[in-house]
């Protein structure tokens, strides 16, 4: 058979497997003529047109597909952004609070952001004398001596009862500030190690006023005209027996972090619970929700209590901290070694074994821990010694001193000390491997 009778034989099969709805065998031949150089028919260019569309058409498919994909992705990555360190920022913070690097674990601070805390302060000053100036002076005295009485158990490692109606403003006076300056350094340590997320989940056991969020917040603030980071999105969960002191840490928020311009967006939920009478059954908090779990402070000299609030910690945990996510302690440092019932000693390892200790009691694995200090010593000093270094180098409040001097005769300055560690830890059941 010659050519043209070999490309008429091809044409006719091809238009008898199209009549069959042989679609595979019709593609082959059409092949089979295109190779052999014979002309396509009307027909037979028909079916070619029909089959590259079919091909454009699935190709199409398939880059809408790999676009969506690539789309979803890039929303979740938006979603869970990290801030990466900013070194000019970074470079700043070490700066402004003096920080000193004295071993692995100890680090030092006696400076502070003068522009963000100033503000901050006096803003609280103006509150508290406007809280202070409904009530009677004898009224007033009366109320803040036993309130300060219980708060100030704190100074000796012991555990305050917060019950009285007038505590939410002596921890203002007496403790706030000290402990929002602590907590701001641990959101930046945080930040520093990339672990901060634009869109992040707190929940703050304990919370008293929202210590956490305000530490937070004013860390934000100081990155402003440094680098430009995304729209946050803080929510913020309090878990707080006494709403006294909810009530009033929201009452100054909205006075005064509401009142800045600022890119973060924080919302707020404030559940009133002993975390003594807490239970899985008949708790709402969310499951694999939160991405910071923080305690600060929350943690008890007396043995019953402390393993009883800390099968509590453990639950919640385990049922409500993403896989992802990390628990941020942070325990002064008189009641951590009191405790385990050891002294605080210039020894790396025997603090290591402490911290590790008081971990394990909690079902977690440490990341890392810092001690932050004021003095650089983990030996305390005298009070003589103390007060000489405080005046000499630490940072003053310069605008609550007076109101102390006021309503508790306090004869000394008031300073932003800190005596804390600052522990970073993972929850043991979904530490991941990075």
Not at 165 to 190: D, G, Q, R
Not at 378 to 395: C, D, I, N, V
Request: glycine share 4%.
């Amino acid at each position: 058979m010659n050519n043209p009778i070999k490309n008429w034989w091809r044409s006719q099969q091809f238009k008898l497997s199209l009549r069959r709805g042989d679609i595979r065998r019709s593609t082959q031949l059409l092949q089979e003529i295109q190779k052999s150089g014979a002309r396509f028919s009307w027909l037979e260019k028909l079916f070619r047109d029909k089959l590259q569309l079919e091909r454009y058409s699935q190709e199409y498919k398939r880059q809408t597909e790999t676009l969506s994909k690539q789309l979803t992705e890039a929303s979740q990555q938006k979603d869970d952004f990290i801030l990466i360190p900013d070194e000019e920022f970074v470079k700043y913070i070490y700066k402004a609070f003096n920080l000193m690097q004295h071993d692995e674990y100890k680090l030092q601070s006696t400076g502070i952001d003068e522009r963000i805390f100033d503000d901050f302060e006096s803003s609280l000053v103006e509150y508290l004398k406007e809280e202070f100036s409904r009530i009677s002076d004898k009224q007033s005295f009366v109320k803040l001596e036993d309130a300060l009485e219980d708060i100030n158990n704190l100074k000796i490692g012991q555990d305050p009862d917060y019950r009285f109606s007038l505590t939410p403003h002596v921890y203002f006076m007496k403790y706030f500030l000290e402990n929002v300056y602590c907590i701001y350094l641990a959101w930046f340590l945080i930040y520093q190690d990339a672990l901060l997320p634009s869109k992040v989940n707190i929940l703050d056991i304990a919370a008293g006023p929202g210590t956490v969020a305000y530490g937070l917040a004013l860390f934000l603030q100081s990155s402003s005209g440094f680098f430009h980071i995304p729209q946050m999105h803080i929510s913020y969960y309090s878990l707080e027996k006494q709403d006294a002191f909810q009530f009033r840490g929201l009452q100054f928020w909205r006075r005064y972090i509401e009142s800045r311009l600022t890119t973060v967006n924080a919302y707020f939920r404030f559940v009133t619970t002993d975390i003594f009478t807490w239970t899985t059954q008949s708790n709402n908090l969310p499951k694999d929700f939160f991405d910071f779990i923080v305690i600060s402070h929350c943690f008890f000299i007396d043995k019953a209590k402390r393993v009883e609030a800390n099968n509590t910690y453990k639950q919640i945990f385990a049922t409500s901290l993403k896989n992802s996510g990390y628990v941020l302690l942070i325990v002064q440092d008189k009641k951590l070694f009191k405790v385990s019932d050891v002294h605080q000693v210039e020894n790396q390892e025997e603090e290591k074994n402490v911290v590790h200790k008081f971990i394990t009691e909690l079902g977690l694995e440490l990341v890392w821990y810092k001690y932050l200090t004021s003095t650089g010593s983990r030996t305390s000093l005298s009070g003589a010694e103390f007060g000489k270094f405080a005046r000499e180098k630490l940072p003053k409040q310069l605008y609550m001193s007076p109101i102390l001097q006021q309503y508790f005769g306090q004869k000394y300055q008031s300073c932003y000390t800190l005596d804390d560690y600052v522990i970073l830890a993972k929850n043991h059941d979904k530490l991941q491997v990075k």
